[in-house]
């Protein structure tokens, strides 16, 4: 059973670029997750989707966004890259629980996202 | 607004010790906890996950416990091996989709 996949491993942009992260979630999981994680910090949540949608943003500008696809697998777009946009890019699968919670979230290996 | 600390930022010990790692969290209203392991560059992986009901879980040399009421989390190692080494991240979740995670503490395990 395949976990959390990511694509690339790597990428390299310049400032004022665009770029597109895939994600393909474990199996079973409906539910796509987007963190941003800067060098010696924790991760920070981007969005979440659940049935194609946009379910909950957080504190990022609308330089980011994302879409899901009916397989459930899910890209981050990021526009008009910043240098401050330097960071490791994970993305977590799961399913929700009867009460709406996310239960256990499951992590890729992530992107890592150079901005020159 | 949800916020997690963990301290200490960078730990050193011998291999053989047990030891403690240190996660708070601003709002006791949590629906669970969960502890990650980060390797260098990596993703993250899941070590234990502490609903709000439990005290405490272990797995293996792993045992986390969870006082919600004083907003705090721990994870004690035992044995620590160098294969140890690496970021341990703990994360609750605010509203219902959302992770919080704390700095993370960076652990070396020295031979």
């Known amino acids: 059973d395949a976990g959390v996949t990511q694509s690339p491993t790597h990428l390299i942009k310049t400032r004022g670029q665009q770029v597109t992260l895939r994600c393909s979630p474990k199996s079973g999981h409906d539910t796509v997750s987007w963190y941003q994680q800067a060098l010696g910090q924790g991760p920070q949540f981007i969005f979440q989707y659940y049935e194609e949608e946009e379910r909950q943003r957080g504190n990022f500008p609308d330089r980011f966004s994302g879409h899901q696809f009916p397989n459930y697998s899910s890209e981050l777009n990021v526009n008009a890259l910043l240098l401050g946009d330097s960071a490791l890019y994970l993305c977590?699968?799961?399913?929700?629980?009867?009460?709406?919670?996310?239960?256990?979230?499951?992590f890729g290996p992530g992107t890592r996202l150079t901005v020159l | 607004k949800q916020e997690v600390t963990q301290i200490p930022a960078a730990l050193s010990v011998p291999e053989g010790e047990n030891l403690v790692l240190n996660c708070s969290f601003t709002d006791s209203a949590i629906y669970n906890l969960q502890w990650f392991r980060q390797d260098p560059g990596k993703g993250l992986t899941s070590l234990l996950l502490?609903?709000?009901?439990?005290r405490e879980q272990t797995s293996g040399r792993l045992n986390a416990s969870l006082d919600k009421s004083s907003g705090r989390s721990t994870l004690y190692i035992a044995a620590s091996q160098p294969g140890d080494s690496a970021t341990y991240l703990c994360?609750?979740?605010?509203?219902?989709?959302?992770?919080?995670f704390g700095q993370g503490t960076r652990l070396t395990i020295n031979p």
């Open positions: 502490i609903q709000s009901s439990q």
């Open positions: 994360a609750v979740p605010q509203g219902a989709q959302k992770l919080v």
């Open positions: 977590a699968s799961s399913t929700p629980t009867s009460g709406g919670y996310t239960d256990t979230q499951y």
